[in-house]
């Protein structure tokens, strides 16, 4: 049985990590549990998992969530703030971490379950975007795994099992095209916040559904994909798959191009990060390719999704620029949806701010420098939308 950590409980990811651990009890057991605010939802898991240690972001909920699980016993240990899920991460006995907290809040408790030794389930793309120049030598220098919990890196990591390091030619990640894959391009000064929350394949929060929607997600993947596989931007490539049944490829260096298919749910590649090496027997809906219908694939259109190549160039820079372009990217989704900015103005700050950056760019920085640009990048984005505003 593996002992797990969960950061995000509440979240996309969080929930259906905990559907796997309830349906597979003689595999997996909870050791620590973090959420951000939602105390009525994190107190129903503290009570059905029982963890030894509980954390909530929000301080001043604290009153709340104790109250709410005053009959569990024993207690557990119930923490605050956001050096309370630092101590969830690094906590215990607990093999892997599965990192589900959206943005860059993930960042510092990955990094501390890395230094205490512990494999990441990685669902937080941030970690490595943002992070990368300081998790990659922190997890060889500590002999932790990074696993992919996402459909995309996962898919990948699963078609190289087996594939010798030299083997690999070229990365396709897919991409659904988000909520205006199919409006065409000169009606998207008609976006509305409404219209970018809503997914036609996969059930996610807001804000990943808006990077969706942008194809910003897609372009984090890239930098992702290159840290996690080591492969060069010009080899990664982006198609668009309408269907989410390919959930991305590889091509060898002989051509031969292998895929991971699966329905479109999150379940499949977080399950595989906590079973790795193993295969875990589920009783989902097993993939009928005639039910799937036909499978389709285009090239992304440039001048509808920004954000992509926005990304591109970020990853190419290197340095602090994907931190700077990830904060950009979160405080901006942010504004648009208070309806502060407009959905064309997404990238339309991200690239100023990126621009801003060129002249202090930092080609190795450590943690502190990393956070500095984080939190620069941030209150650039919030100047540039009071000017447009």
């Known amino acids: 049985m593996k002992a797990i950590s969960l950061l995000g409980s509440t979240g996309s990811i969080g929930t259906q990590t905990l559907d796997i651990v309830e349906h597979h009890p003689d595999q997996f057991r909870l050791v620590g549990i973090a959420a951000g605010s939602n105390v009525a939802l994190l107190a129903q898991q503290v009570m059905q998992f029982k963890p030894k240690i509980v954390a909530l972001c929000d301080e001043s909920k604290l009153p709340d969530l104790k109250a709410a699980i005053a ?5 557990p240990i119930i923490l605050a703030g956001e050096s309370g899920v630092v101590e969830v991460a690094r906590y215990g006995d607990a093999e892997a971490v599965v990192t589900g907290i959206v943005g860059c809040a993930g960042l510092l408790p990955t990094l501390a379950a890395i230094e205490a030794g512990k494999d990441i389930a990685l669902a937080n793309k941030e970690t490595l975007i943002a992070g990368g120049p300081v998790v990659l030598p922190l997890a060889e220098k500590h002999g932790v795994k990074l696993l992919p919990a996402d459909s995309e890196h996962s898919a990948i990591f699963q078609c190289l099992q087996g594939i010798p390091k030299a083997g690999l030619r070229r990365i396709l990640l897919t991409a659904s095209g988000g909520a205006f894959r199919d409006w065409p391009t000169e009606d998207l000064p008609k976006v509305k916040m409404a219209d970018a929350i809503k997914h036609p394949n996969w059930s996610m929060g807001r804000k990943i559904t808006v990077d969706s929607a942008t194809l910003m997600n897609k372009g984090l993947e890239v930098i992702e994909a290159h840290y996690l596989f080591g492969m060069d931007y010009d080899k990664i490539d982006i198609v668009i798959h309408p269907q ?13 191009v ?6 479109p749910d999150m379940r499949l590649p977080l399950l595989y990060a906590l079973s790795w090496p193993e295969r875990i027997y589920t009783d989902w809906e097993p993939l009928d390719l005639v039910k799937a219908g036909d499978l389709t694939f285009r090239d992304p259109d ?40 407009h959905y064309l103005e997404i990238s339309k700050v991200i690239e100023q701010v990126c621009d801003r950056h060129r002249t202090d760019l930092n080609s190795a920085p450590n943690l502190e420098e990393i956070l500095a640009v984080d939190q620069w990048a941030r209150t650039a984005v919030i100047e540039l939308s009071t000017a447009l505003a």
């Open 71 to 75: 009959e569990l016993d024993p207690q």
């Open 244 to 256: 989410s049944i390919v959930h991305s490829l590889i091509e060898l260096q002989d051509t031969s």
């Open 258 to 263: 292998l895929a991971q298919l699966g329905w």
């Open 302 to 341: 440039h001048d509808k999704y920004p954000c992509m190549d926005l990304a591109y160039a970020a990853g190419r820079a290197g340095g602090t620029m994907t931190a700077v372009l990830n904060a950009a990217n979160e405080q901006a989704v942010a504004l648009f949806l208070e309806e502060k900015i």
